[in-house]
């Protein structure tokens, strides 16, 4: 199949290195500068300190993404609005990989006929313009969006080390991510320590489980005992961690707060519940940028 992978970031360009094993994949990038860097040096790709180098092609992208098959969708979810003159009109099947829920208003907008949403569970770090690293295998979950199930593309496909997972409810899917996400990601941001710590610390994990209670009633969790023990045990497995969030501000780059927190504070707002705790990391997270973006 012939794939085209918007954003040559850290997942962009652990996509690529899987997927190129048995499709024809483009790496479309932001920047001419990177495009030709990844088509004259090739691909790095590194996992358990070997690095291995690829040929790839790649290219600056342009207002479409013409002769794709399927196009997946890599940027942030606020670089969105960047792509969408490119995707606009597309009518293949489009993947997108975004952490959070805020994208799926986007998708709406599009004209395609099949759009699918996926999770990755894989851990990836971009350490230069072509060189990424597989810093934890995990899985990738996919539902769709819009569209027919028969289309869903990996539902068949077995690669070593890159396993795909079939979901039937996209919402479920998304949602059990993003509490994690909106939970782990801003008190690490805000607190300056890695995930473990929200459960060993004994003040910490008295403050997420006051802040979970909102969370869970704002999103209808059914089972809110469960899903807390669920948040815990990822901070256990991932406990030296330092969330996503914390890196972007420790570099100085944007977070994902509004796929992940602008998001729920949207829900409460619209069904008029309680969301003071939630309002206030994210506006301690919206200052965190100012001061270090
Ligand atoms: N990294 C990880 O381990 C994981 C990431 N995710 C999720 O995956 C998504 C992507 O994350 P990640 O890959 O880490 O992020 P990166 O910032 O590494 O990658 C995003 C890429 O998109 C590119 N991009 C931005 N705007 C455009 C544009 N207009 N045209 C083409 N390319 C563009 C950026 O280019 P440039 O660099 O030139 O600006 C960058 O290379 C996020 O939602 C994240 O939460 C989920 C699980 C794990
Ligand atoms: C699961 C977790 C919290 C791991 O750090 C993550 O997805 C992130 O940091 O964005």
Known sequence: ?????????????????????????????????????????????????????????????????????????????????????????????????????????????????????????HGALKHDSHTVEHTGVGKTKLAVFRGNESELPFRHESIELFPFEVYEDYHSMLLEKLIVNAVINPLTAILGVPNGELVTNAAYAKLMDTYFQELASILHIDNPGQA??????????????????????????????????????????QNGQEHRLIDFLYTMIKGKEQKEG
Do not use: W
Not at 15 to 21: C, G, M, R, T
Not at 245 to 267: C, F, N, P, W
């Open 1 to 121: 199949m012939k794939i085209a992978i918007i954003g040559g970031g850290a997942i962009g360009l652990l996509f690529a290195n899987y997927l190129s094993q048995s499709h024809s994949v483009t790496v479309y990038t932001r920047t001419e500068e990177q495009a030709a860097r990844l088509n004259h040096d090739g691909l790095n790709f590194m996992r358990n300190g070997e690095v291995q180098t690829k040929t790839i092609t790649a290219k600056k992208l342009a207002n479409n993404v013409e002769g794709a098959q399927l196009v997946i969708v890599t940027v942030k979810q606020y670089q969105l609005s960047d792509v969408y003159s490119s995707i606009q009109y597309c009518k293949q099947p489009l993947l997108f990989l975004q952490n959070g829920y805020g994208h799926i208003e986007f998708l709406k907008k599009l004209a395609s006929p099949s759009l699918f949403v996926g999770v990755v569970e």
């Open 228 to 269: 807390l023990e669920y948040v815990k045990a990822v901070c256990r497995g991932t406990s030296e961690n330092r969330s996503s969030m914390l890196k972007d501000l420790e570099h100085g780059r944007q977070t994902e707060i509004e796929a992940i927190l602008g998001y729920v504070l949207s829900q409460a707002k």
